[in-house]
């Protein structure tokens, strides 16, 4: 059985097997430590922890074995050395003096216990360790979190030092829990649990109420080379990891799980970032399980920072309001994106990407590819809107006029989707929805080597977030102000109507 290393850190390793199943294998496989099972398991991606640093071991899957040597760690602090001797209920000034006092490629590690804190903050080139049974809790109060300003302005007319943003804006906000700004070579690992504790605080209560933005659980800004893999992290106050405007990034073999019903709570949403590997997390949230963003209008035109070069797989979405999805806060365009071998199921909707007139000429979609995804119970498994409503103007005249307008600086572009090897099961309100601009269509969509079903009693519901739009059930594919549409060997059933319905599509070809 072929694997392949992912992450490498002094006390751990993540692996991920090299074969085409979707997110797991059918029948458990035993992992050897140095000839000793340390791990029975179906992941395609899976970690060994509490190894030693700067050790020499040898992994064996049947007949396959990988050998490797962890990094030295400078030194290695314990945290609970820094507790003792400390009365207050609020751990965050010895963990934080922990933190300062770590060195460089030093070794932080939290034992077995409870860790209450408010805000942490990292620094470069250290390891976090999070043993099994640790569980860092954020404070419930919200008054406790300090806020930071959205952005400060140069003093020299430069650009703007973007500190905080909310929904593709600088946005003054509450510091996060976990806060990695202006660092490198980062590493946080581990079995242990962060818990934001947001279903004790009034953050998902009074959300519509709060004049700043809620804290994230996870929060990486202007960082580069920083990972995390086991951890789960759960009951975030609002998007529960959100990098932003860094590079090299990892995420590996995590939990990530907020109620169905707490607003906001998406799961990872990488903004500005280039090279990002999400790999065998698992999700269940409140909201997007992973959103790709890339600021509006403003921050596009001024930084010019896609979203690149990203690559989800074997990656388990179980509950949330889109599994995968693009934007639509992309002022600065997404490209270069790679969707696979990922699990999806009682999603709203699958793969979804969604714009609107306004995120301005930059936010260009292109180079899009999703592949061998499997989806169960999933409303709508393909939409791409270019009408989306959710801003403060999204349902002005601008923007949701179907009749077509100047194509100007304000006008958004979609290139180019490619679906392939799609299994779609029980799906209810339709089995794809497109809808482009009349003035802009999106370039081509194309759909291939794919089985989709629809479930019988499928309830009604909206395919998409416009306005003008009447509920819909077992419907099949809705094509508006598309280039060109491309069914290749698809097969769809169950669905009620036309299988395929066409508007304003300049080319159609079905294979």
């Known amino acids: 059985m072929k694997f392949t290393v992912r992450n490498l ?91 300062s006092y770590t060195p460089r490629n030093g070794l932080l590690v939290f034992e077995e216990g409870e860790y209450p804190v408010t805000s942490l903050f990292f620094h470069s080139q250290m390891t976090v360790y999070l043993k099994k049974g640790a569980v860092i809790k954020g404070n419930p109060d919200v008054s406790a979190y300090p806020l930071m300003p959205g952005e400060i302005p140069s003093t020299h007319d430069e650009k703007p030092y973007e500190l905080q943003p909310w929904e593709g804006n600088p946005f003054e906000s509450k510091t996060s829990l976990i806060n990695v700004i202006g660092c490198e070579d980062v590493a946080f690992t581990g079995e242990g649990v962060l818990d934001g504790q947001a279903q004790l605080s009034s953050f998902w209560i009074d959300v519509k109420k709060l004049p700043y933005g809620r804290p994230r659980m996870i929060f990486v800004e202007h960082s580069d080379h920083v990972t995390f893999n086991g951890i789960t992290v759960k009951n975030s106050p609002a998007w529960t990891i959100h990098p932003y405007f860094s590079d090299n990034l990892g995420f590996y073999d995590m939990d990530i799980l907020n109620p169905k019903d707490a607003p906001n709570t998406d799961g990872i949403d990488p903004e500005c970032c280039d090279n990002i590997q999400i790999l065998g997390i698992r999700f269940s949230v409140g909201d997007d399980c992973i959103a790709l963003k890339s600021g509006k209008i403003q921050i596009g035109k001024t930084f010019h920072k896609p979203l690149s070069h990203c690559l989800i797989r074997n990656c388990f979405m179980n509950e949330g309001h ?190």
């Open 9 to 99: 850190t002094p006390v751990s390793i993540t692996f991920e097997l090299e074969n085409q199943e979707i997110y797991q294998v059918k029948d458990p496989f035993d992992v050897l430590l140095n000839g000793k099972k340390v791990l029975t398991t179906t992941h395609n991606v899976f970690s060994l922890f509490d190894l030693k640093d700067d050790e020499d071991y040898v992994v064996t899957i049947g007949s396959d074995s990988y050998s490797f040597h962890t990094p030295k760690a400078s030194y290695i602090l314990h945290v609970k050395d820094f507790l003792r001797g400390f009365k207050g209920e609020d751990q965050t000034l010895p963990i934080q003096t922990a933190i």
């Open 322 to 511: 889109g599994a995968v999805v693009l934007g639509s806060e992309a002022g600065a365009g997404i490209k270069d994106l790679t969707v696979e071998r990922c699990y999806f199921k009682h999603t709203d909707r699958g793969l979804r990407i969604k714009s609107r007139r306004g995120r301005g000429k930059d936010s260009i979609l292109d180079n899009v590819v999703f592949r061998d995804i499997r989806m169960d119970n999933v409303l709508t498994p393909l939409v791409i809107n270019m009408f989306y409503f959710c801003d403060p103007d999204g349902k002005s005249e601008y923007v949701q006029t179907k009749s077509p307008l100047p194509v100007d600086e304000r006008t958004p572009y979609l290139g180019h989707f490619t679906f392939e090897r799609i299994v779609a099961t029980d799906c209810e309100v339709a089995l794809g929805f497109f809808y482009g601009l009349p003035e802009q269509k999106i370039a081509s969509i194309t759909i291939k080597d794919s089985t989709f079903t629809v479930k019988k009693n499928a309830r009604g519901g909206m395919p998409a977030m416009l306005c003008d739009l009447s509920p819909m059930a077992q419907r099949g594919f809705l094509f508006c102000h598309v280039g060109e549409v491309t069914l290749d060997h698809v097969s769809a059933t169950g669905y009620i109507g036309e299988e395929v319905e066409l508007k304003d599509v300049s080319t159609y070809h079905c294979l």
